[in-house]
C-alpha cells in the first residue's frame, strides 16, 4: 500500500475521532455515551498502530507530528480522571458492560468450561454414590447443609427484614470474596483464576451432588434458582476477568507488557465491576426473595425468567440497531 493510499483509506477514522475528541476535551463530556466511549477507545488503538507504520516507513514528518497530537489528546482524555455522574454509570451498566462482554466472549466461554465442566463431573459421581462426598467435603460440612436442607425453605427463613438485610451483606461479602479470587489472581499468569474456578466448582458441584443423593433436592433448588442466575453468571464473568488480564501477562502480542496490561487490565476491571452489579443483585435476591414463602412453582417460574434476562441482558443489551449501522458503520458493534 502506497503513502497515499493508506492516507485515503484511513483519513475518515481519523476526522471521526477527532471530531469525538474535541466533543469529550469539550463542556459536554459528561454527554458522551458508552457507545462513543467505546468507539473513542477502539479509534485511539487504532491511530496507535497508525503512528507506529508512518514513523516506521518514514511517510513524512508533519503527518507523523500530526497523529502524534492525536494520539497524545487521545491518551489524556482516555486514561485521566473522569468526574462521575449517574449518567455514565448507567450507559456502563446498559450499554458497555455488556458489549464488553462479548468482545471477551473467548474468555467467557473458557471460564464456563472451567466452572461447569468439573462440577457436573463430580456433582454426578457424589449423585450416584454418595459415600464419595467424604473425598472432597468434610463431615462437618456434610451435617451442615444437611441439616440447612432438609428443612423447608420456610423454617430456614430468617423471618425479619433485619435479618434478611444482614442476610444480604453476607452473601455480598462472601461472593464477592470468590469473585475478586477470580479476578485478581489472574495476575498470576491467569492461573490462579483456573484454580478458584475449578476449586469452587467442583465444590459447589459436590454440595448439589450430595443434596440430591440425601433427597434434598426440591428444597435446594427452591432456594438457589432465584438468585442462581446472577450469581454464578457473576463468578464466570470475574473468571473471564481474569483470564483477560492473565492473558495480557504471558501473551501480550505486538505491544510491551506494560501498555498491555494497562490496555487490558482496564477491559479486566470493567468486567470486574460488571459482575459486582451482578453479585449484588443477586445477593438483595438470595436474602429477600429465594427463603420467602412463595410455592415451589412460582419460584421455578420466577427463576427461569431470572435465567431468560440474564441471557438476553448479555446478549443483547448494547447493540447497535440495523438503521443506525448502516448510517454509521463505525458504531456497529459486537
Not at 136 to 144: H, K, R, S, T, V
Not at 282 to 293: H, K, L, T, Y
Not at 299 to 326: F, N, P
Request: a positive charge; aromatic letters at 10%; glycine letters at 10%.
Amino acid at each position: 500500500m502506497t503513502r497515499d493510499q493508506f492516507i485515503n483509506k484511513r483519513r475518515p477514522d481519523w476526522r471521526r475521532f477527532e471530531l469525538l475528541l474535541a466533543e469529550a476535551e469539550g463542556s459536554r463530556t459528561t454527554k458522551l455515551t458508552g457507545e462513543q466511549i467505546g468507539e473513542l477507545s477502539a479509534l485511539y488503538r487504532a491511530l496507535c498502530f497508525d503512528l507506529s507504520l508512518i514513523q516506521s516507513r518514514d511517510w513524512g514528518t508533519s503527518m507523523s507530528r500530526y497523529l502524534n497530537s492525536l494520539v497524545s489528546r487521545g491518551h489524556n482524555c482516555l486514561y485521566r480522571s473522569q468526574p462521575g455522574s449517574f449518567r455514565a454509570v448507567f450507559d456502563f451498566i446498559v450499554a458497555e458492560f455488556p458489549r464488553l462482554l462479548r468482545a471477551n466472549a473467548a474468555y467467557f466461554w473458557l471460564a464456563l468450561a472451567l466452572f461447569v465442566i468439573p462440577g457436573a463431573v463430580s456433582g454426578t459421581v457424589v449423585a450416584l454414590d454418595p459415600s464419595q462426598v467424604g473425598r472432597i467435603m468434610p463431615g462437618q460440612y456434610q451435617a451442615q447443609f444437611e441439616n440447612m436442607y432438609s428443612k423447608s425453605i420456610g423454617e430456614n427463613s430468617s423471618g425479619s427484614d433485619e435479618g434478611r438485610a444482614a442476610m444480604a451483606g453476607f452473601y455480598v461479602h462472601n461472593n464477592v470474596g470468590i469473585a475478586f479470587k477470580c479476578f485478581a489472581l489472574g495476575s498470576f499468569a491467569g492461573i490462579g483464576t483456573m484454580i478458584v474456578l475449578v476449586y469452587n466448582s467442583i465444590f459447589l458441584g459436590t454440595i448439589t451432588g450430595f443434596l440430591v443423593g440425601r433427597g434434598h433436592s426440591h428444597n435446594f433448588f427452591e432456594f438457589v434458582v432465584g438468585h442462581g442466575s446472577f450469581e454464578l453468571t457473576a463468578i464466570v464473568i470475574s473468571g473471564a476477568a481474569g483470564l483477560v488480564l492473565g492473558h495480557a501477562m504471558v501473551h501480550p502480542g505486538k505491544q510491551t507488557r506494560r501498555d498491555a496490561l494497562r490496555e487490558r487490565g482496564l477491559v479486566s476491571v470493567k468486567l470486574a465491576l460488571g459482575a459486582g452489579v451482578m453479585l449484588g443483585l443477586a445477593a438483595i435476591i438470595e436474602a429477600f426473595w429465594s427463603p420467602s414463602g412463595a410455592s415451589f412453582s412460582v419460584k421455578m417460574v420466577v427463576g427461569a425468567a431470572l435465567w431468560i434476562i440474564v441471557v438476553l441482558y448479555l446478549s443483547l443489551a448494547g447493540r447497535v440497531r440495523t438503521s443506525d449501522a448502516h448510517a454509521d458503520p463505525a458504531r456497529a458493534v459486537a
